[in-house]
């Protein structure tokens, strides 16, 4: 924390994780509505009828609530973050779930409270486990749910913002806090937790609401009523901010609004460098409403479609003609560019039903993605019918998820060309050529990438998880959080032999993990040499203005000399010379 002389106090900079774009101005709302976890409150058992009835009325009242949210969030930015409470509305409809809330209620009689919320927070506990980060932070919408359901039953409506324009600080924020903001009151918001790809982060990016998280202890340091200024570019909350400050947030502002309007009037040219080289820039998507983004961008297709939503928070098992008919339209949505449609990637933790059962100590080195898939064939095969099927609307490609080793692929490519089979005997059309490719996300599949490449046509690295498991850290784990380093000696190692053995098999590589859209990255993305970057739609504009503004051979220089640096400090701060000499108005606040 800084700190300067400023009106009404001393200036205060704290720094915490950008989230959502925007520079905001006002006074504080402090928002103190924390959620009290329900006790077990244990009651007679001839009580126990009018505690499922209530239960029921407040499940009721949550859906009715959830669909008001829904309705008005597709209504006013549109159906893609509009889906999160389709997938919200889910949960209270899960039978496995609500079984044993009213076994509960019968074998231990007590509150709906604290019933519900028990059974709930158990799901929540396991999500934490799952070595997956994207799927750890849904945990959040269960909590949203749990929260909003017991609320109800306790009477007890949402604490309302103020009338008055301002920026609301909280512990945190759900998704159905954001989705009932008044962006005409909530200038911008700041939480003491968070991520980047929370749904409510997510959500305030789509309705324009500049957002910082990650700062500690700021409901307890600062009060409503203090004068500040949020920086969701740089991250930066600035309370009581001196006149000096203001001017030259004013400045930035302008600075900014002029760069959007450049970055929209760039969406139909291509991602080439200086000197030539083009990139491929695709769009990582999560539910099929997002291809309307997905062309907006300017997206070349999409390079990594999640299917996990398809599993999760269900009663029963996705059919394979409720799977092709989505894929279809994704498919015909992308066009000639196509999709890469990545194989079921999770837990076995979260796929109770087929789990039998069983308990891992560490899930996160257990059973998850393409090893789900290879001991559940009959699901995996009903994945591969429905994306075959798709492949005759449009470009199709499939990608396994989590490959370790080389009989991995030849048993999945295996279990394809039965269905290939059982395709052509049934006469149903597909393309008999699709493209099969592997995530490069563990360190034997780096390592042995020469010897993958012989079995697929493409790689499509998952940085998150390799940088995870070659450092052996979790950034979910704040004691060891910051030895996550994308730009540490060896990931680079991997990822330059990766591509280079891609390259001789003459097979291309991708990236669909978060170093794709880091545009401080983008020098090291284009000298090792990529054809495809895949990443979030609100990164594909910043991604396209700095590789326009590259020179391929000052990259790949770049990288030559990193190798030899071995220093993940050093690589990162000559990778950020190269980003400032090259495009500073996209890394300047």
Not at 85 to 97: C, I, K, N, P, T
Not at 219 to 229: M, P, S
Not at 500 to 515: H, K, L, P, Q, Y
Request: proline share 4%.
């Amino acid at each position: 924390m800084v700190q300067h002389s400023g009106i009404g106090g001393e200036e205060m900079i704290l720094v915490g994780i950008g989230v959502s774009p925007g520079i905001a101005h006002g006074p504080i709302h402090l928002s103190l509505d924390v959620f009290e976890r329900p006790e077990v409150e244990e009651i007679p058992a001839d009580e126990v009828e009018s505690e499922v009835i209530r239960l029921k009325s407040a499940l009721e009242t949550t859906r009715r609530q959830l669909e008001t949210m829904r309705d008005r969030i597709a209504q006013e930015i549109g159906g893609t973050d509009a889906d999160i409470f389709d997938a919200h509305l889910l949960m209270l409809e899960d039978r496995s779930v609500l079984d044993k809330v009213f076994k509960q209620l019968n074998t231990r009689p007590q509150r709906a409270e604290g019933a519900f919320y028990g059974v709930m927070s158990k799901y929540v506990e396991t999500l934490k486990r799952i070595g997956d980060e994207y799927l750890r932070e849904r945990t959040v919408d269960i909590e949203d749910v749990a929260r909003r359901v017991v609320r109800n039953l306790r009477g007890i409506d949402p604490e309302h913002s103020p009338a008055q324009p301002h920026i609301l600080l909280s512990p945190e924020i759900t998704p159905s806090d954001t989705a009932m903001m008044d962006r005409k009151t909530v200038l911008g918001f700041a939480t003491e937790g968070g991520s980047h790809t929370s749904h409510s982060a997510i959500m305030a990016r789509s309705m324009g609401i500049p957002a910082v998280v990650g700062l500690p202890d700021i409901t307890t340091r600062f009060h409503t009523g203090q004068d500040a200024l949020l920086d969701g570019y740089g991250g930066l909350l600035i309370v009581n901010p001196t006149e000096e400050t203001l001017s030259i947030y004013s400045a930035t502002k302008r600075r900014k609004a002029a760069l959007a309007s450049h970055l929209r009037s760039m969406v139909k040219l291509p991602a080439e460098t200086l000197d030539g080289m083009r990139i491929v820039l695709s769009a990582n998507i999560e539910f099929e409403s997002e291809m309307a983004a997905v062309g907006e961008w300017g997206a070349e297709g999409v390079g990594l479609y999640r299917t996990e939503f398809f599993f999760l928070n269900r009663t029963a098992l996705p059919t394979e003609d409720e799977q092709a008919e989505n894929y279809a339209r994704v498919a015909a949505a992308a066009g000639p560019d196509g999709v890469i449609i990545r194989t079921l990637d999770i837990g076995g933790d979260k796929l109770h039903a087929l789990h039998d059962g069983l308990a891992e100590a560490n899930p996160f080195l257990g059973w998850r993605g393409i090893r789900v898939s290879l001991s559940r064939r009959k699901i995996f095969k009903t994945q591969l019918r429905a994306i075959l099927r798709a492949s005759a609307v449009g470009k199709v490609r499939i990608m396994f998820p989590m490959v370790s080793c080389r009989e991995e692929l030849q048993d999945a490519r295996e279990i394809l060309a039965g269905c290939k089979d059982d395709l052509r005997a049934a006469g149903v059309v597909f393309d008999e050529n699709i493209e099969v490719g592997a995530m490069i996300e563990v360190p034997s599949a780096a390592i042995t990438a020469d010897t993958l490449a012989q079995e697929v046509d493409f790689f499509s690295i998952g940085t998150n998880d390799l940088i995870q498991y070659t450092i052996a850290v979790d950034r979910g784990n704040e004691l060891v959080a910051s030895l996550y380093q994308p730009c540490h000696p060896a990931i680079l190692r991997l990822l330059k032999h990766v591509t280079d053995s891609a390259r001789n098999a003459g097979i291309w590589t991708g990236v669909c993990g978060e170093m794709a859209g880091d545009i401080m990255l983008t020098p090291l993305m284009v000298g090792l040499g990529f054809t495809e970057l895949s990443m979030a739609v609100s990164q594909l504009p910043l991604v396209k203005y700095a590789i326009r503004k590259l020179p391929a051979g000052h990259c790949a220089d770049l990288v030559a000399e990193s190798l030899k640096l071995g220093d993940a400090s050093k690589i990162y701060v000559r990778c950020r010379e190269v980003a400032m000499q090259y495009y500073s108005e996209l890394l300047v606040h």
